[in-house]
Structure formats: C-alpha cells, structure tokens
C-alpha cells in the first residue's frame, strides 16, 4: 500500500544531511567533484590518506533508498494502488483501510528502512576495515 513511503522519509532526511556535509566540505576546500580542476588538490588529498569521505559514503544509503523507493512506488503503481488523483494512495480514501495502511507502514515499511540502513552500516564497516589495514601496509612500503 504505502509501505515505500517509510524509506522515501528516511531518504529525504539522509538527502538533507548530505547537501549540509557536502557543502561544509566545499566551504573547507575538501569537495571530492569530478572534473573541476581546481578540486583536485582536495581529492588527491583524501586517496593519500586512503580514506573515502563520509558523504561519499552516505551518498551510498541514499542511492539504495531512492532506488528501493522509486521500485516499490513503480510496483504499488503497476498494482494500482497509486493513482494520479487525489489522495493518491487507494487506502487513504476509506478511513477503515487509512488505519490497515498505517500498519503495513509501521511494519513492513520501518523493516525495510532497517533492512536498507543496516546493508548500508555493514558496507561501511567493510569499507573502513579495509581502509585500516591499507593504511597499516602504506607506511611499510615507503
């Protein structure tokens, strides 16, 4: 029914954070943008220390959550539980199936906000494991 709105919720907040840290990172000179060339310097600086910034890294969730979203919309749609008309939602019209929406929501929704966050949380633990250990072996090589 609307269970994709959970994560779309999460995604708008996680969007929100990145647009803040991103600019931060440019105010500080530390932006990681292709093909600016004025940019490079700070991208040179983050390969040298071996570590992917942390919007980078959030960019990740908020790929997986759009992208699970907008499946999940065009999937409610193709069962035509989404329409192009006032409320939108086919249960939001009837107060009866409103109350039976709200707990696929808070059910199946929050689980799959969950799911997505905690994929995200163990890429990232890879991610900087990997990174540690790069950094152990970059100093033994020089």
């Not at 779309?8 to 929100?16: C, G, K, N, S």
């Not at 932006?31 to 991208?43: G, I, L």
């Not at 019209?93 to 969950?114: K, V």
Request: with cysteine; glycine share 6%; aromatic share 10%.
């Amino acid at each position: 029914m609307a269970c994709f709105l959970v994560p779309v919720a999460e995604a708008v907040i996680t969007t929100a954070v990145y647009c803040g840290m991103k600019s931060r990172e440019k105010k500080a000179g530390l932006a990681d943008v292709k093909y600016d060339r004025s940019q490079f310097e700070s991208a040179e600086k983050s390969e040298k220390t071996g570590k992917i910034p942390f919007t980078r890294k959030l960019k990740w969730l908020n790929n997986m959550l759009w992208g699970g979203s907008a499946l999940l919309a065009f999937e409610h749609l193709w069962h035509g539980e989404l329409v192009p008309w006032f409320p939108f939602l086919t249960n939001a019209a009837n107060p009866a199936d409103a109350a039976e929406m709200l707990q696929e929501m808070s059910t199946a929704g929050a689980a799959m906000a969950a799911i997505v966050t905690a994929v995200w949380l163990g890429m990232v633990a890879v991610t900087s494991a990997i990174e540690k250990r790069a950094l152990k072996v970059q100093p033994s090589e020089s």
